[in-house]
């Protein structure tokens, strides 16, 4: 038996050998050959602007080297791939810009600052053309800013307007016997509308066609623009599908030519000069992006503006690049305020809202830090509900005109399964020392006075969110109560309701930062820094840094439909405390 243990003491010693000698020698390979991996650019180059693993404004960044280090996958945001475009307008290198089969998860605020920076570039004579198999209509209004718009002969074109659907479940409810008791205060809060009706109420159904309009008007009206057809027409070829093949995507002029790949490049080659039978240069925007952020801001001044990025869901924690906790947001917030050379902070902001109390942190965070200087709110996809809670006490509101935004409003489900116990055999007893000392249990039926004092929370909550905008917005608390109750408004709207000051992107926000903060020329610097060990960083990737995590694992082998369906769920699981989030989310396909 000792010869055994010994022989499996010695093969598990070299088991761990090998694989802390592997993990070592690869990290020292990310180590000395982290700076052969940027790509040089050549002469006479294109850009291959393919924004498929592209989808978060702000990639993140780590305290921890090695996490930062081996982070490299994901280390280009939204925000890295528009200061590259902006950067490639004076590289002499860069003669154009590629948009070929390109596919994202952008939302549709992320859209239109790519359009816009590639509108700008456009204003440097270089070209941008574009190639497609297929147009889905949220890559067709990014593409339509090209020079030139190729369609594959036997491709098609998706331009048919808006629609959002939603799935109730009170049905389903019954019949399981597993019921979601909902307790909220705004007629719009329709986030618990599924577990109540089975079909649409009319003040949802209200606010979404509002929603709907509002974002399709932003759309054609800057499609309109770069391809010169009316919005009326626009309007007419969605609603006939006259764009669905590519002879009627041509005869209504939303494309220039119907060609095959090859045929595009020739193209290229003939606007490079290049001949036939030689092959261009290009390269890829995340390669150029990583380029250009490795390259010092050429900026003569010590002054600098923080942009601190609030994305995803508010959650209690530290956060993470894909949520929003109190922990990072305070730490960046303090750490910005205190540092001398920061002058101003922008806040960008994309999120759907969540956790009340988390929202309640922040936005205690962000008065004390515009007591000491400027904030100025850059809202993205979503700004809503929670969302709308850390960004209403800010200096300056900038929106972009699809902007969702408002849900000014709070809500909590809890599930019981009481009926469900009875149908399966489970009874549950309870002893307490106390009347209400048991709280609330999924296996009895609601008790009345738990369900009072929930209420009651609800209804502190909610007072106290639309204080909290009336104060930040100079309204009064029936102003805002007339604008709240859970109603989701589109940028444009959000500006007519004075929920934001001014619409524009990011470089509008960094603007007006300066403006008030009394600064001409100044250094960006990203905020946050999160607090992720080694060892946790290790655990998100499966224990394999260098493979691909377990998300992009299940992405890839159940589709990105389904992927998205079983975020969602998650999120629901998740939520604990009372919510002050959006109903919905609204995707442009």
Same mark, same amino acid.
């Given at each position: 038996?000792?010869?055994?243990?010994?022989?499996?003491?010695?093969?598990?010693?070299?088991?761990?050998?090998?694989?802390?000698?592997?993990?070592?020698?690869?990290?020292?390979?990310?180590?000395?050959?982290?700076?052969?991996?940027?790509?040089?650019?050549?002469?006479?180059?294109?850009?291959? %602007?393919?924004?498929?693993?592209?989808?978060?404004?702000?990639?993140?960044?780590?305290?921890?080297?090695?996490?930062?280090? /081996?982070?490299?996958?994901?280390?280009?945001?939204?925000?890295?791939?528009?200061?590259?475009?902006?950067?490639?307008?004076?590289?002499?290198?860069?003669?154009?810009?590629?948009?070929?089969?390109?596919?994202?998860?952008?939302?549709?605020?992320?859209?239109?600052?790519?359009?816009?920076? /590639?509108?700008?570039?456009?204003?440097?004579?270089?070209?941008?053309?574009?190639?497609? $198999?297929?147009?889905?209509?949220?890559?067709?209004?990014?593409?339509?800013?090209?020079?030139?718009?190729?369609?594959?002969?036997?491709?098609?074109?998706?331009?048919?307007?808006?629609?959002?659907?939603?799935?109730?479940?009170?049905?389903?409810?019954?019949?399981?016997?597993?019921?979601?008791?909902?307790?909220?205060?705004?007629?719009?809060?329709?986030?618990?509308?599924?577990?109540? #009706?089975?079909?649409?109420?009319?003040?949802?159904?209200?606010?979404?066609?509002?929603?709907?309009?509002?974002? =399709?008007?932003?759309?054609?009206?800057?499609?309109?623009?770069?391809?010169?057809?009316?919005?009326?027409?626009?309007?007419?070829?969605?609603?006939?599908?006259?764009?669905?093949?590519?002879?009627?995507?041509?005869?209504?002029?939303?494309?220039?030519?119907?060609?095959?790949?090859?045929?595009?490049?020739?193209?290229?080659?003939?606007?490079?000069?290049?001949?036939?039978?030689?092959?261009?240069?290009?390269?890829?925007?995340?390669?150029?992006?990583?380029?250009?952020?490795?390259?010092?801001?050429?900026?003569?001044?010590?002054?600098?503006?923080?942009?601190?990025?609030?994305?995803?869901?508010?959650?209690?924690?530290?956060?993470?690049?894909?949520?929003?906790?109190?922990?990072?947001?305070?730490?960046?917030?303090?750490?910005?305020?205190?540092? $001398?050379?920061?002058?101003?902070?922008?806040?960008?902001?994309?999120?759907?809202?969540?956790?009340?109390?988390?929202?309640?942190?922040?936005?205690?965070?962000?008065?004390?830090?515009?007591?000491?200087?400027?904030?100025?709110?850059?809202?993205?996809?979503?700004?809503?509900?929670?969302?709308?809670?850390?960004?209403?006490?800010?200096?300056?509101?900038?929106?972009?005109?699809?902007?969702?935004?408002?849900?000014?409003?709070?809500?909590?489900? %809890?599930?019981?399964?009481?009926?469900?116990?009875?149908?399966?055999?489970?009874?549950?007893?309870?002893?307490?020392?106390?009347?209400?000392?048991?709280?609330?249990?999924?296996?009895?039926?609601?008790?009345?006075?738990?369900?009072?004092?929930?209420? #009651?929370?609800?209804?502190?909550?909610?007072?106290?969110?639309?204080?909290?905008?009336?104060?930040?917005?100079?309204?009064?608390?029936?102003?805002?109560?007339?604008?709240?109750?859970?109603?989701? =408004?589109?940028?444009?709207?959000? &500006?007519?309701?004075?929920?934001?000051?001014? &619409?524009?992107?990011?470089?509008?926000?960094?603007?007006?930062?300066?403006? /008030?903060?009394?600064?001409?020329?100044?250094?960006?610097?990203?905020?946050? #820094?999160?607090?992720?060990?080694?060892?946790?960083?290790?655990?998100?990737?499966?224990?394999?840094?260098?493979?691909?995590?377990?998300?992009? %694992?299940?992405?890839?082998?159940?589709?990105?439909?389904?992927?998205?369906?079983? *975020?969602?769920?998650?999120?629901?699981?998740?939520?604990?405390?009372? *919510?002050?989030?959006?109903?919905?989310?609204?995707?442009? *396909?």
């Amino acid at each position: 038996m000792k010869f055994l243990g010994n022989v499996l003491a010695t093969i598990v010693g070299l088991f761990i050998f090998i694989m802390l000698l592997f993990f070592g020698l690869m990290i020292v390979g990310v180590i000395f050959g982290g700076d052969s991996e940027l790509k040089e650019v050549e002469t006479n180059s294109v850009i291959v %602007l393919d924004m498929k693993n592209v989808d978060l404004d702000y990639a993140g960044k780590f305290k921890d080297p090695w996490v930062t280090l /081996l982070a490299e996958e994901s280390s280009v945001g939204l925000i890295d791939v528009l200061n590259a475009i902006d950067n490639a307008k004076t590289d002499d290198k860069i003669k154009g810009i590629s948009i070929l089969n390109s596919s994202s998860s952008l939302g549709l605020a992320q859209s239109k600052a790519l359009r816009d920076k /590639l509108l700008d570039f456009q204003k440097s004579g270089k070209f941008i053309v574009s190639y497609a $198999d297929y147009f889905t209509q949220k890559e067709y209004y990014i593409n339509s800013v090209a020079d030139t718009i190729y369609l594959n002969p036997v491709g098609e074109m998706d331009f048919k307007g808006l629609s959002s659907e939603i799935m109730f479940f009170k049905d389903i409810q019954e019949k399981t016997g597993v019921k979601m008791e909902v307790i909220r205060h705004g007629k719009y809060k329709s986030a618990v509308e599924p577990y109540l #009706e089975n079909e649409m109420s009319e003040a949802n159904r209200e606010q979404i066609t509002a929603l709907l309009n509002s974002a =399709w008007s932003s759309i054609v009206t800057d499609i309109s623009k770069s391809r010169n057809i009316t919005v009326e027409t626009l309007n007419g070829i969605a609603n006939d599908l006259a764009a669905r093949t590519p002879e009627m995507a041509k005869n209504t002029k939303l494309v220039d030519k119907i060609g095959y790949e090859d045929q595009y490049h020739d193209g290229i080659k003939k606007a490079l000069k290049v001949k036939k039978d030689e092959d261009y240069n290009s390269i890829s925007i995340r390669d150029y992006a990583k380029n250009v952020s490795k390259t010092p801001q050429k900026v003569d001044s010590k002054d600098k503006i923080a942009i601190i990025y609030a994305q995803g869901e508010i959650m209690g924690g530290e956060g993470d690049v894909n949520i929003i906790g109190e922990g990072a947001m305070r730490t960046s917030l303090k750490e910005a305020r205190e540092d $001398d050379k920061i002058k101003a902070i922008v806040l960008r902001v994309d999120s759907p809202g969540g956790s009340a109390l988390t929202s309640e942190l922040i936005w205690r965070e962000i008065e004390l830090t515009k007591k000491v200087k400027p904030v100025v709110v850059s809202m993205g996809n979503l700004a809503a509900s929670g969302g709308y809670y850390i960004s209403c006490n800010a200096d300056k509101i900038i929106a972009e005109p699809s902007t969702i935004t408002g849900s000014i409003g709070v809500y909590g489900v %809890l599930p019981n399964m009481t009926e469900l116990s009875k149908k399966i055999g489970i009874n549950t007893s309870q002893v307490k020392s106390h009347n209400h000392a048991a709280g609330y249990s999924p296996f009895k039926p609601i008790d009345e006075k738990f369900k009072e004092v929930t209420t #009651e929370s609800v209804e502190n909550i909610y007072t106290v969110f639309v204080n909290r905008v009336a104060t930040g917005r100079k309204m009064t608390f029936e102003q805002v109560d007339a604008i709240a109750q859970g109603r989701v =408004w589109t940028g444009t709207e959000a &500006l007519q309701n004075g929920l934001v000051d001014q &619409l524009g992107g990011l470089d509008v926000a960094l603007k007006e930062a300066a403006k /008030l903060a009394k600064i001409k020329k100044y250094k960006t610097v990203n905020y946050p #820094e999160f607090e992720k060990t080694f060892m946790e960083f290790l655990n998100d990737q499966n224990g394999i840094p260098f493979a691909k995590n377990k998300e992009k %694992l299940i992405k890839e082998e159940i589709g990105e439909e389904a992927y998205q369906t079983l *975020q969602i769920l998650k999120r629901v699981t998740a939520k604990k405390g009372i *919510q002050a989030s959006l109903p919905y989310e609204i995707k442009i *396909q």
